[in-house]
């Protein structure tokens, strides 16, 4: 059973919750009523105070089978307890972990089964029941809704920055585009001490990453060899690290990007999915590597929160919608125009 639980069985608990069609798209959005489960010994029911947006959102829509309560990245509040509970208070603020079951270590298929939104149910809902275990406590700074983008966006972009590679104060990481990964990840190198350069093809948006830190920017439209730039800012040395978000058609720039030794954190595939070729000798002869980021496990969203709560760190927020407006908050999310988090409050 899923740790993070509805149902569409009789209940004392019905709750609103948006559904989606998979593979009709975002236009098949509704809003339908449903029951939640009875408390399990260990389970809680979370109120949902505020959903973030993830580009997997869009895929989710677009693909796949069956009905589906879409949206990995929730915050809310505890307001009912189980029997056995011992991690959690009624009035504890929480967030749920993308991957329900995935607590330390490894990867494996039992740990990373039933991921939120996409397996399974997500967020998207006025409520849920989760097993106290799926859960991690956010920091007490940030509002649920700047709460809400911690369990995806950051904790990729933590996983990319702090938990694949050991990376020193002043080591240059490469940052493509200004989504909500790429600005929490500047949010979080910047307050390292990491040297950052950020790719978008938007002068705007690489002003306001400029008024974020940002140590140097690149307009891939006006230099479309953007490579080359960030061999030039680096006086030909490269990234340490670059945060790969784009897939296909960024992935061989990314690599020549790349200083000797340095790491690609695959992150994403938004410029054109995983395809594409990779010729052996790039990585090869520059002992560089590609390293896979699957969003986190909970101890690692528990080491970003601290980060972020001794820092006083908050997320760039472009939007927030109304629970009633959710198709509008989907698909102001697919026209790219967003800068960091689009959220649902």
């Known amino acids: 059973m899923s740790a993070v639980r509805q149902a569409t069985a009789q209940s004392a608990h019905t709750v609103r919750a948006w559904e989606l069609e998979r593979g009709a798209g975002i236009e098949r959005l509704q809003l339908a009523t449903r029951a939640l489960p009875d408390l399990g010994p260990n389970d809680v029911r979370v109120r949902i105070q505020a959903v973030s947006l993830n580009a997997r959102d869009l895929d ?15 915050a809310g509040v ?11 208070r009624i ?25 939120l939104g996409g397996a399974v149910d997500g967020v998207l809902a ?52 200004t989504g909500g990964v790429s600005t929490w990840a500047l949010t979080l190198a910047h307050a390292a001490g990491l040297r950052t350069i950020v790719t978008s093809s938007d002068d705007a948006k690489l002003a306001r990453v400029r008024a974020l830190g940002a140590d140097a920017t690149i307009n891939y439209r006006t230099l479309p060899q953007w490579s080359d730039e960030v061999l030039r800012l680096t006086d030909g040395g490269g990234a340490d690290l670059v945060v790969e978000i784009g897939g296909e058609n960024t992935l061989g720039q990314s690599i020549a990007s790349v200083a000797a030794g ?52 908050r997320p760039v927020v472009d939007r927030v919608f109304a629970f009633d407006d959710a198709p509008a908050a989907f698909a102001h999310l697919a026209t790219g125009r967003h800068f960091g988090k689009v959220a649902i409050g």
């Open 126 to 177: 006025e409520a849920i029941v989760a097993h106290e275990t799926a859960l991690f406590a956010i920091p007490d700074h940030l509002d649920f809704v700047e709460a809400a983008t911690l369990p995806c966006a950051a904790l990729t972009a933590w996983h990319a920055l702090f938990e694949t590679v050991p990376l020193r104060p002043g080591a240059t990481v490469l940052l493509l585009g």
């Open 60 to 74: 989710v829509a677009a693909s796949g089978t069956g009905r589906i309560v879409p949206a990995s990245d929730g």
């Open 91 to 115: 009035g504890d603020r929480v967030a749920a972990s993308f991957y329900p079951h995935w607590i330390d270590g490894l990867p494996t298929a039992e740990r990373t089964v039933g991921s």
């Open 78 to 88: 505890i307001e009912a307890i189980g029997r056995d509970v011992t991690r959690w």
């Open 262 to 313: 340095g790491t690609v954190a695959m992150v994403g595939g938004l410029s054109g999915g995983f395809g594409g070729r990779i010729e052996p000798f790039a990585l090869i002869g520059g002992l560089k590597r590609l390293a896979g980021v699957l969003v986190g496990h909970r101890a690692m969203a528990e080491r970003l929160v601290a980060f972020v709560a001794q820092r006083g760190l």
